[in-house]
């Protein structure tokens, strides 16, 4: 990153979305390296297990946030998720179309409380980790969604139309998976501190078999770097 860049940001506050995985913990670096003051926002949204809570913790305490901020929400209560429905598997092959692991509207939903904490901090800016190369298909992750999103940020809120321009940034969207690794390690980021796996132990251990494993392994693969993912065996 260049010292130019490095100082887009500097001391503006940011929120920063972060789910204890690998590609929120990069976004997470690459804000603070452009000088924001980095406010993380986790959820704790009904899904399958709290490892990556912990792990979002453990990351944001990590990167020098300067608050870390869990919103319970219950998107349980409507499942119609892999993620969110104990009664529906988690598949350990590729899939054809938008697989199981969607979560209905979960990112027009996180974005919008990331907004609304936005707005309170006197934030101009939330970084997202959506990506659009390596991703498991999900509708919520294109850069058309995000654009559509931005533009209705600055017509619902007061700063918007007040003029102070709210932007949704997604530093990963064009990257590989490789290309994100890469990027983190030269931030200094410890993926060991991260947890990807959709159907993780409460240690944090890695099933190694659902997609979200066999892109980040694939990725450190890519990456020409030592994957330091625990796997259950």
């Not at 980790?129 to 992750?141: E, F, H, I, L, R």
Request: with cysteine; glycine share 10%; charged share 20%.
């Amino acid at each position: 990153m260049s010292p130019a860049a490095e100082q887009v940001g500097k001391g503006r506050r940011a929120v920063i979305l972060v789910s204890g995985g690998l590609d929120s913990t990069t976004v997470l670096a690459m804000a603070r390296a452009q000088g924001y003051q980095c406010f993380t926002l986790s959820f704790d949204y009904g899904q399958r297990h709290r490892a990556e809570l912990l792990a979002a913790a453990r990351a944001s305490a990590a990167l020098g946030d300067v608050e870390h901020k869990v919103v319970t929400l219950n998107l349980d209560s409507i499942g119609g998720s892999a993620l969110t429905d104990m009664a529906i598997a988690v598949p350990e092959e590729e899939t054809a179309g938008i697989p199981i692991t969607y979560v209905p509207a979960r990112n027009t939903v996180f974005l919008s409380i990331a907004l609304g904490w936005a707005e309170v901090l006197g934030a101009n800016d939330i970084f997202i980790g959506v990506n659009a190369v390596d991703y498991s298909g999900y509708p919520d992750c294109r850069p058309e969604y995000i654009a559509a999103f931005e533009t209705m940020a600055n017509l619902a809120t007061r700063a918007g139309i007040e003029g102070q321009k709210l932007t949704i940034h997604t530093p990963l969207m064009d990257l590989s998976k490789g290309d994100i690794i890469r990027a983190g390690t030269a931030l200094g980021v410890d993926y060991a501190l991260t947890v990807s796996c959709y159907q993780a132990t409460g240690q944090g251990l890695a099933c190694g078999k659902c997609d979200s494993c066999r892109l980040r392994r694939e990725g450190f693969s890519q990456a020409g770097i030592a994957d330091p993912t625990r796997y259950r065996s």
